[in-house]
């Protein structure tokens, strides 16, 4: 008989064995129409996919530190 041990996810976690996004962030939730929505494993990873996204769809080379900040609200893990 064969046994597998399991590793508990506190384990994974800090092995980086869990390679699944962790956090999800939604253009909708700024406030504007539009259904880009983001996964990323860490924050900074998603707010670059954002501003990336803000400055491609919505023509916001500039984003101001309300917009940012907003953004880092609505970041939901």
Request: with cysteine; glycine share 6%.
């Amino acid at each position: 008989m064969q046994v597998l041990f399991r590793q508990k996810p506190a384990e994974i976690e800090r092995k980086g064995i869990n390679r699944f996004p962790r956090a999800l962030c939604l253009c909708k939730e700024l406030g504007i129409d539009c259904t880009f929505e983001v996964t990323g494993a860490t924050n900074n990873e998603i707010m670059r996919k954002f501003i990336d996204h803000a400055g491609s769809a919505h023509n916001m080379d500039l984003l101001t530190a309300d917009v940012i900040y907003r953004i880092q609200q609505a970041i939901k893990k």
